[in-house]
């Protein structure tokens, strides 16, 4: 899924990348990715010199790339491809300056989007620009002359080892795989490029999710409860109420569809699942579910942009928490499937990152 160069395949320490040279940017392409094609990477190439553009071609080349990156010092890497092209980078990266890694104690790069995937939820997030025109073209060649407006610090949910922009049991990870069917079955021909993106998302909620579960079970027993660090539950606008909730407190008991967190609002396509993630540094946005499927589809557009806040939807801001539920359930990490889980324990991971982003910090 990541990357090697673009042609050569020698890791060598560049001649440009020693410590006299300017500061460079990267770029980092996932091949597979549907946006990701013959033309766009012509038109990188005029403004990246080719030691510097690479097309991810394998996993087995993550490895290699980072080394090469943190070898040659890039303040800045862009990736392309979507949400999973970028956080698989970000895990190697992180695990290599890790206090276990070959780059223990080096900083990790600044990190760029280019919204060349599908979801691009890290893209809304930090404001990168479309790809109509020379959207990308253009935030490519701000980094490399240093004028991006700003930085904005990103913390990552942390499960099992693995980092991500949020992870979730439940409804959420049925609709994953819901999206996945309606694009395979339906998005081809006339109808690919409006089920391949938002359009099938929306779809998968409407006609397959929330079908599914007018006429199956869709709460589930679960309990949730608190890890070693203070939670705050939060109002519908997104402020603490109530008083810091202690360390091992039972958070919630009772009937759920779904237990998801966060640390950034979007989920992709513009879907704000988390309005109040990135809010309070160092926490996650955990959201539990409630609600009916009529009321979600009597909701959904509210829902979807974040300004939907009924009596069934419950949020905190927390560390850590453990969420048990009485059957397995479908659970996701980052937006891909990862099978059923019983329980599973999300933390805010030890390592934030910085991102550009291109409107400045909010």
Known sequence: MLVQPLRSTDFRRSPSALPSAEPKVAVLLNANARKVDARVVKLLSHVVPEEDLFLSRSPLDARR?????????????????????????????????????KFAGQ????????????????AAFVNASSTRGDGILNDVVRARAAEVPGVRTMDLVQVDGQRAPFAGLGVDGKVLNDYIAVKESLGKGMFKRVMSGGGGYFSAVAFKTVPHYLTSSVLVECEVVNGPSEAYRLSAEGQAVGGPLAPGALLFRGKLMMAAAGTMPFYGYGFRMFPHANDRRGFLQ???GQVSPTQVLANLPRLWNGRWAPEGLHDFHAREVTIRFARPMPFQVGGDAAGYREQVTLSVAPESIELLDFNGVQ
Do not use: H, S, W
């Open 65 to 101: 790339i980072a080394q090469t990156v943190l070898e040659r010092g890039y303040p800045t890497v862009f990736t392309g491809g979507g949400d999973g092209t970028f956080m698989g980078f970000v895990n190697e990266v992180l695990q290599q300056v890790g206090p276990r890694g």
């Open 107 to 122: 900083a990790a790069p600044r990190f760029g989007i280019l919204k060349l995937g599908t979801g691009n939820g890290i």
């Open 286 to 288: 955990l959201r539990l």
